[in-house]
């Protein structure tokens, strides 16, 4: 029947062709609650619709990456990696990815820097209590 989603188990068997291995939490979650799988294969049609989208493969892969790297998503990170090298990524676009990342995460961390670079302008000799 056209429309019918995939079982959680289908979904898994795309996992392992498309990156060599399903991570392992997703086969835990296959037999903990396979709606989980279920849900999680829906969601990234979500994000990353199959046809149609403004990004080429390569890019959500990398944007992907890059993202689980600033999140400290190491799962993500390892299956996104495997799909990179399958799709033949290039190194140079993969540092660069990196080095993104890394930014984003830096700057995060700037960013919530505010309230102290706050205390310390506010301060007339730069220590004391205000």
């Known amino acids: 029947m056209p429309g019918l989603a995939p079982s959680a188990e ?8 498309t990156l060599g291995a399903a991570p392992a939490v997703m086969e835990k979650a296959l037999d903990a609650d396979p709606t989980v ?3 999680h294969a829906r969601s990234k049609q979500y994000a990353m619709p199959p046809q149609g989208g403004a ?8 944007v992907y990456m890059a993202v689980a ?3 400290s ?4 990170v390892k299956a996104m990696v495997a799909k990179a090298r399958s799709e033949g990524t290039s190194s140079a676009k ?3 990815a990196f080095h993104i990342a890394r930014l984003a995460r ?5 960013g919530n820097a505010e309230p102290l670079f706050d205390l310390v302008n506010g301060r007339a000799d ?5």
């Open 94 to 96: 993969l540092l660069e």
């Open 69 to 71: 790297l600033a999140t």
């Open 106 to 110: 830096a700057t995060a961390v700037l």
């Open 126 to 130: 730069g220590g004391g209590e205000l």
């Open 55 to 62: 990004l080429d493969e390569e890019t959500r892969t990398l």
């Open 73 to 76: 998503d190491h799962t993500c």
């Open 37 to 39: 799988v279920v849900e």
């Open 10 to 17: 289908q979904i898994l068997v795309q996992m392992r062709d």
